[in-house]
């Protein structure tokens, strides 16, 4: 059980483009999503928590109006990433809790690569 | 600077040798965890271990805990190439679901 999905896996796109990625809970509800974003060879830095039903919150730095969060349902939380850049490639991975101290269960990730 | 800093940054063992991690944070904690990343995919938990505890053995790891020290220890033991991949250990502050990350340990072990 506690697994999550994240959908697609890797993805490649131009320039001022958005790209939509999808985390899935698949066998339990995720009361709270968080979304990370891990440059090559360093560690991940959490940029939102999100909880379902309600706005997301950023971590200083993180503009809220590029990297869009909505987290509609309880096994479903997406990022957005507006007007994408070269320096927006990363891995991003998101993580699914079923919340109340619940552990962090953590997706594949997806490498987005913008040219 | 960042909570949770691991080292070395890089370890390099034979296949059988043991392999010791350490991690150290600045802030008080409720549980600290450690994860294991392969290259380009995502993390595997492998261990939590509580404020509480001073010690937790799951298989071939071994968790220290040190709350005076502000640090955490992993060993695996008797490695295996299969072991090859990054570490990272992570906390979490009491009243927080929030995980702090560490740079991470990159294991390489050698068949």
């Known amino acids: ?115 | 600077s960042q909570q949770g800093e691991e080292d070395p940054q890089a370890l390099s063992i034979q296949e059988g040798e043991n392999a010791t991690m350490n991690c150290s944070y600045k802030t008080s904690i409720n549980n600290l965890q450690w994860y294991r990343q392969n290259s380009g995919r995502g993390l595997v938990h492998l261990i939590l271990i509580r404020s509480n505890e001073r010690e937790k053995h799951s298989g071939r790891l071994r968790v220290t805990l040190d709350t005076s020290k502000k640090s955490s220890s992993l060993l695996i033991t008797a490695s295996r190439a299969a072991d090859t991949a990054s570490y990272f250990c992570a906390t979490d502050k009491a009243g927080s679901y929030q995980l702090t990350f560490g740079k991470g340990t990159k294991l390489s072990v050698i068949p």
């Open chain 1, 1 to 115: 059980g506690a697994v999550v999905s994240q959908h697609p896996s890797r993805v490649i796109c131009k320039s001022g483009t958005s790209v939509k990625i999808e985390c899935r809970s698949l066998d339990f509800q995720a009361t709270t999503m968080f979304w990370y974003r891990q440059f090559p060879k360093q560690s991940l830095m959490l940029m939102a928590t999100s909880n379902e039903g309600s706005k997301a919150t950023y971590e200083q730095g993180v503009e809220k109006d590029k990297f869009l969060i909505n987290h509609a349902s309880l096994t479903l939380s997406t990022l957005t990433v507006t007007s994408a850049h070269p320096e927006d490639s990363s891995f991003y991975i998101c993580s699914a809790s079923r919340g109340g101290g619940d552990e962090q269960y953590f997706g594949p990730g997806t490498r987005l690569t913008v040219t």
